[in-house]
């Protein structure tokens, strides 16, 4: 019987491995060494040591570029995403663009084809107008969320009754968290404490 929760997951590294697959593509393109260890802080600015206008054309680049429809999921994220479907009402809110929601979506059609239409852009990078990700949260009437992003952290736990951060080098540095707001460290983890 379907759990009558409804569980919000990012995008960004907790489906798709937008960390391993951006720094290979930026090695590639940038002639950077990077690995996703270097990705100590969630700006790509600070680690890449350009602009943030530049780092929105670069990170913009990749999401039209091939090699994103090849990028990787996060390890076991599809399989147990797919069970999370068996039991609860699932929906993604990310905050990429909406002017770059195709290939996003044709990303995830490929992998995950019944989310589509629950998937929600929060523009928080520019790309249409920006909301709040616990706004979004709130007006979908989301019960759990799971995001690894530090900057969305604080708005999501104050809508969201139990939020899991999923453990990365760029949130590191969040040990004080709010009360309703857990670290896991891999999808197995979360599994276990969801299914």
Not at 13 to 26: K, Q
Request: charged letters at 30%.
């Amino acid at each position: 019987m379907k759990n009558q929760k409804h569980i919000g997951l990012d995008f960004d590294d907790v489906i798709f491995d937008m960390c391993g697959s951006i720094v290979e593509y930026h090695n590639k393109n940038y002639g950077t060494n990077l690995t996703r260890d270097d990705m100590v802080s969630f700006e790509f600015s600070d680690v890449w040591k350009c602009s943030i206008p530049e780092t929105q054309r670069r990170v913009w680049e990749f999401f039209d570029s091939p090699e994103h429809q090849v990028s990787e999921p996060v390890p076991d994220a599809i399989e147990h995403v797919k069970e999370l479907l068996d039991n609860y009402k699932v929906t993604i809110v990310t905050a990429r663009p909406e002017t770059h929601m195709v290939p996003t979506k044709k990303w995830l059609e490929n992998h995950v084809p019944e989310l589509l239409p629950y998937m929600h852009f929060t523009n928080g990078f520019g790309g249409g107008v920006k909301r709040e990700k616990g706004e979004v949260c709130k007006e979908l009437g989301i019960d759990i969320f799971v995001e690894d992003a530090p900057i969305h952290i604080e708005s999501v736990s104050k809508t969201v009754p139990q939020v899991y951060l999923f453990d990365m080098p760029w949130n590191k540095a969040l040990v004080d968290l709010p009360k309703n707001v857990e670290r896991v460290h891999s999808w197995a983890d979360l599994r276990e404490k969801l299914l």
